[in-house]
């Protein structure tokens, strides 16, 4: 029996992608699967950021037959020049990280790092495996664009980020990702790496209704968190306002975060509240119930300063087409392209878009219902046949067969 070892940098230990999906689809395959994740001032966090002080208190446990080893998080990237050095040093004697430690005591088969820090981590452990002369895989899996280029951080600790990461590419074993264009990137970084996209995709839903109620009235959705850091709420706020003037426009919101009904539902005047359903977070598994009412699902990014939101394909995108829901986006290039493809949404073509530019084309949406009908028909039929996650699983455990 195969031992993988997943190493957690930065993410919920619960998140979808690491835990819900590949974690579990391994487990089902027969691997015993062992998680280092960290820990935030001695307590877990959930996805939502939300601090776990009442369980998972363990240093080590299981869930849901997952193996969970636990550390105190530290912040490596203020010391980035001495990770690059130790990097450059070819040795491993100075990986003193927690996550490297741990990681080298489970001497698993195959390691699978989920950010650029836990790559650099998994480094650490592949080569202290290996002088010690035990052979082990290691998998880098690219859930964004690290560094990206175009966000706000100093240009030397961009180059040296993009030194490392070529390092770490010569090292590696296999490359996964999240969108065409991630892979195209790290292509041009290092032209012979073995990388294969698998998509934020979730299981498809058992309970699709397609019928959507016939009225003029269109529902909006977001899901995912929504906060000063993410989303905008004040856009999407005055995207509800301006198509009240054109046609009737309800929001739901499915997720939100911490302290989001008292910092931004409470601030709203009664009649533009009462716009808005909001169910706040909800279990991975109850997404399509929150799902079925809404028409159009909404997602903005700042594509014009960030590379990584123009390539992304966010876990929300599959989650509305696996509801049956259409999409309207911004100008990001991986989205357009899959939305062009498989006719499956709106795109508005600006790389950082306003709301009177999502007004205009939810206009033009709203006048013609059988359109929408259309658009989610197809966005069904394409998560049923190419991108459920039953799809991507393939594709992940012909990764691990090949590493195996």
Same mark, same amino acid.
């Given at each position: 029996?195969?031992?993988?070892?997943?190493? %957690?940098?930065?993410?919920?230990?619960?998140?979808?992608?690491?835990?819900? &999906? /590949?974690?579990?689809?391994?487990?089902?395959?027969?691997?015993?699967?062992?998680?280092?994740?960290?820990?935030?001032? =001695? $307590?877990?966090?959930?996805?939502?950021?939300?601090?776990?002080?009442?369980?998972?208190?363990?240093?080590?446990?299981?869930?849901?037959?997952?193996?969970? *080893?636990?550390?105190?998080?530290?912040?490596?990237? &203020?010391?980035?020049?001495?990770?690059?050095?130790?990097?450059?040093?070819?040795?491993?004697? @100075?990986?003193?990280?927690?996550?490297?430690?741990? =990681?080298?005591d489970q001497k698993a088969d195959i390691y699978h790092a989920h950010e650029f820090m836990s790559l650099y981590a998994g480094i650490g452990i592949k080569r202290a495996l290996t002088a010690n002369g035990r052979q082990c895989k290691l998998i880098y899996d690219s859930h964004e664009l690290?560094?990206?280029?175009?966000?706000?951080?100093?240009?030397?600790?961009?180059?040296?980020?993009?030194? !490392?990461?070529?390092? !770490?590419?010569?090292?590696?074993?296999? *490359?996964?990702?999240?969108?065409?264009?991630?892979?195209?990137?790290?292509?041009?970084?290092? +032209?012979?790496?073995?990388?294969? %996209?698998?998509?934020?995709?979730?299981?498809?839903?058992?309970?699709?209704? +397609?019928?959507?109620?016939?009225?003029?009235?269109? %529902?909006?959705?977001?899901?995912?968190?929504?906060?000063?850091? @993410?989303?905008? #709420?004040?856009?999407?706020?005055?995207?509800?306002? &301006?198509?009240? /003037?054109?046609?009737?426009?309800?929001?739901?919101?499915?997720? =939100?975060?911490?302290?989001?009904? @008292?910092?931004?539902?409470?601030?709203? %005047?009664?009649?533009?509240?009462?716009?808005?359903?909001?169910?706040?977070?909800?279990?991975?598994?109850?997404?399509?119930?929150?799902?079925?009412?809404?028409?159009?699902?909404?997602?903005?990014?700042?594509?014009?300063?960030?590379?990584?939101?123009?390539?992304?394909? +966010?876990?929300?995108? #599959?989650? $509305?087409?696996?509801?049956?829901? +259409?999409?309207?986006?911004?100008?990001?290039?991986?989205?357009?392209?899959?939305?062009?493809?498989?006719?499956?949404?709106?795109?508005?073509?600006?790389? /950082?878009?306003?709301?009177?530019?999502?007004?205009?084309?939810?206009?033009?949406?709203?006048?013609?219902?059988?359109?929408?009908?259309?658009? =989610?028909?197809?966005?069904?039929?394409?998560?049923?046949? !190419?991108?459920?996650?039953?799809?991507?699983?393939?594709?992940?455990?012909? *990764?691990?067969?090949?590493?195996?």
């Open positions: 029996m195969k031992r993988v070892c997943f190493l %957690v940098s930065e993410h919920s230990f619960l998140d979808a992608r690491i835990f819900k &999906k /590949q974690a579990k689809s391994l487990l089902k395959q027969g691997y015993t699967v062992t998680m280092i994740v960290p820990r935030r001032k =001695g $307590y877990l966090f959930a996805v939502d950021g939300s601090v776990l002080k009442e369980t998972f208190l363990s240093q080590t446990f299981s869930h849901e037959g997952i193996n969970v *080893v636990t550390y105190e998080q530290l912040e490596l990237e &203020k010391h980035i020049k001495a990770l690059y050095h130790h990097l450059r040093s070819g040795g491993h004697s @100075r990986f003193n990280h927690p996550l490297t430690k741990i =990681g080298i690290e560094p990206d280029p175009l966000v706000n951080e100093s240009r030397n600790t961009h180059n040296i980020k993009m030194k !490392m990461l070529k390092l !770490m590419l010569s090292e590696l074993d296999h *490359v996964i990702t999240v969108s065409e264009s991630i892979k195209t990137w790290h292509r041009t970084i290092h +032209p012979h790496v073995p990388i294969d %996209v698998i998509y934020n995709s979730p299981p498809l839903a058992a309970e699709y209704n +397609p019928s959507k109620a016939a009225t003029r009235e269109i %529902v909006l959705g977001y899901e995912g968190t929504l906060n000063r850091k @993410r989303g905008n #709420f004040r856009k999407l706020i005055h995207i509800l306002k &301006k198509c009240q /003037q054109h046609f009737p426009l309800k929001v739901k919101i499915i997720g =939100g975060g911490k302290h989001f009904e @008292r910092d931004y539902l409470q601030q709203l %005047v009664p009649h533009v509240k009462e716009k808005i359903a909001y169910t706040g977070w909800v279990n991975y598994e109850a997404i399509p119930e929150a799902m079925k009412e809404v028409d159009i699902g909404w997602i903005d990014l700042d594509a014009a300063n960030s590379l990584n939101n123009r390539f992304a394909m +966010p876990n929300k995108f #599959f989650s $509305y087409l696996n509801n049956g829901v +259409p999409v309207i986006v911004n100008q990001c290039t991986d989205m357009e392209n899959f939305i062009k493809a498989y006719n499956c949404g709106y795109t508005v073509k600006k790389q /950082q878009a306003t709301a009177g530019d999502y007004v205009r084309t939810l206009i033009h949406a709203a006048s013609d219902r059988n359109k929408i009908r259309e658009m =989610g028909s197809s966005a069904r039929n394409i998560m049923e046949t !190419m991108y459920s996650w039953e799809h991507m699983e393939k594709r992940l455990f012909t *990764v691990y067969r090949q590493l195996s």
